[in-house]
């Protein structure tokens, strides 16, 4: 069966309420942009400043790569998410191929991850404000949109959906904006780069590769943290309006959204100024566009990583409430975080994981940015076990199915089982080079801090007794 097969063989009376008790109240066209927007993050308006500093045109190849892997673990995902869609869907694929500790870890791995996320970009909201109203204190605008989006996120699903697509829709707006604009100065140089702009950026400054290939690999670090996120649509299957027609399709664009979004959007950024241009403290689209003269140029972005914050913040409420639920459901997490809304939505999970992320409001305007950075990295390698944890689980999967003891279906990972251990071989890699940078090593020494805490919080859920708030 091909996949055109598999998405037409969906149930065209998909019931309003899955098993979990969630309302199926998200549309293909929220599913759509909430798969494209997970995919773009403040990482690619402001962080790829830095990482062309580093590597040059090669950061094209490096999320060229990356984009691949990432695919991969999309696709593993899906024929996961095929076989059994549910909301806490890592977590339960976790417990099912590799037990309950590997559920607890995941789930909890996954929650903590978001929600420093979380904490972080409220209080980069407030940053981006300040640029219009200095006079607002930082906390104060980290406090309305935190309240703001938990309010959303408790009235409906549909409501989340709906802020999420219009978050995204900006920032494609700004991507193919910009892209537009590149492709008009390159062909008919106008604009104040028109003399300048030329593609040959990409090779002749230095060369493709300028500093060497290992500084290439460093920014791989770099370019899988930009993806944080392009899994929440995984999330959204317990909520999903027919999931097998819109969860196949929403993940077999992803070539296409990362080709256009990243590479494409590179490749004009990298055209328009040379490479020797871009620091890691400007972001690279205020640069086009002053380059380019379309006036308020720093506004603008300024405005479109204001809305990639409130996107990511949003969908952390979203994920830490649905999969907080989800352990609670399990018994390993406190129950009273598994009661759902008269709307279908999991309120005293969302309610938690809020409270949290407002306390991160509060550390971090005490505390010292590097005590904050010992938090935050836990996100940085919870991505990472996330990913492998859902190709490690399609790989058990897969092989049941060979076997004859579960059924299979025709969205399958293209090239599983090779495929799958070349993606954990680069996560792996991906896990070492984070030992060679000063600024990455760190999360290497709070990983095993984490775990000791895991395991602790584990042994109480294990004899069975409730956990406490």
């Known amino acids: 069966m091909t996949d055109t097969e598999a998405e037409s063989n969906a149930s065209t009376a998909e019931p309003s309420v899955d098993t979990e008790g969630y309302e199926r109240g998200l549309d293909s066209r929220q599913i759509q942009m909430i798969a494209i927007g997970g995919a773009i993050g403040t990482g690619l308006f402001l962080g790829a400043g830095g990482a062309i500093e580093k590597a040059g045109p090669s950061l094209i190849a490096a999320y060229a790569v990356a984009g691949v892997l990432i695919f991969f673990v999309m696709r593993a995902l899906g024929e996961l998410l095929m076989y059994r869609p549910v909301a806490g869907s890592f977590a339960e694929y976790a417990r099912e191929f590799f037990g309950p500790f590997a559920g607890f870890v995941t789930g909890w791995t996954y929650w903590v991850m978001w929600v420093v996320t979380g904490m972080a970009e409220i209080t980069a909201a407030g940053v981006y404000v300040q640029y219009w109203w200095p006079s607002i ?6 406090l309305v949109v935190l309240v703001v989006l938990f309010a959303a996120n408790l009235i409906s699903v549909k409501l989340f959906g709906e802020f999420e697509f219009w978050f995204s829709m900006i920032k494609v707006t700004a991507i193919i904006g910009m892209i537009l604009v590149g492709i008009g100065v390159l062909m008919f140089g106008f604009g104040e780069a028109g003399d300048q702009a030329s593609v040959s950026h990409l090779w002749s400054d230095g060369g493709f590769a300028p500093n060497g ?4 690999l460093m920014v791989l670090q770099i370019v899988m943290f930009a993806f ?5 649509v995984g999330v959204t299957a317990g909520e999903a309006q027919e999931p097998e027609r819109v969860l196949p399709r ?3 664009t992803i070539p296409f959204r990362i080709g256009l979004f990243y590479i494409g959007a590179l490749v004009i950024i990298l055209s328009l100024a040379p490479w020797t241009d871009f620091h890691a403290k400007e972001s ?6 002053d380059r380019v003269g379309i006036p308020a140029a720093a506004a603008i972005i300024n405005f479109v990583v204001l809305t990639a914050a409130l996107s990511s913040c949003n969908s952390g409420l979203y994920s830490t409430g649905r999969m907080l639920r989800t352990l609670a459901v399990e018994g390993q997490a406190p129950p009273q975080v598994s009661r759902l809304s008269s709307h279908r939505v999991p309120a005293m999970a969302i309610t938690v994981s809020a409270i949290v992320m407002g306390a991160g409001v509060l550390i971090n305007a005490l505390v010292p940015d590097k005590a904050f950075m010992y938090i935050t990295s836990v996100a940085t390698v919870g991505a990472l076990w996330t990913w492998g944890m859902i190709v490690a689980c399609q790989m058990r999967y897969r092989r049941a199915v060979d076997r ?3 059924e299979g279906h025709g969205f399958r990972m293209p090239g599983a089982p090779y495929t799958g251990w070349v993606v954990l071989a680069f996560l792996a890699m991906v896990v070492v080079l984070l030992g060679f ?4 090593r760190i999360a290497l020494y709070v990983v095993p801090i984490w775990v000791v805490f895991l395991v602790a919080a584990y042994i109480p859920a294990r004899r069975g007794k409730p956990m406490k708030i």
């Open 250 to 252: 929403a993940i077999n």
């Open 137 to 142: 204190p930082q906390w104060v605008t980290a």
């Open 404 to 406: 004859g003891r579960l």
């Open 228 to 232: 944080l996120g392009v899994e929440l």
């Open 437 to 440: 940078s000063a600024d990455t």
């Open 213 to 216: 290939v290992g500084e290439t």
């Open 284 to 289: 690279p689209f205020v640069l086009v566009f």
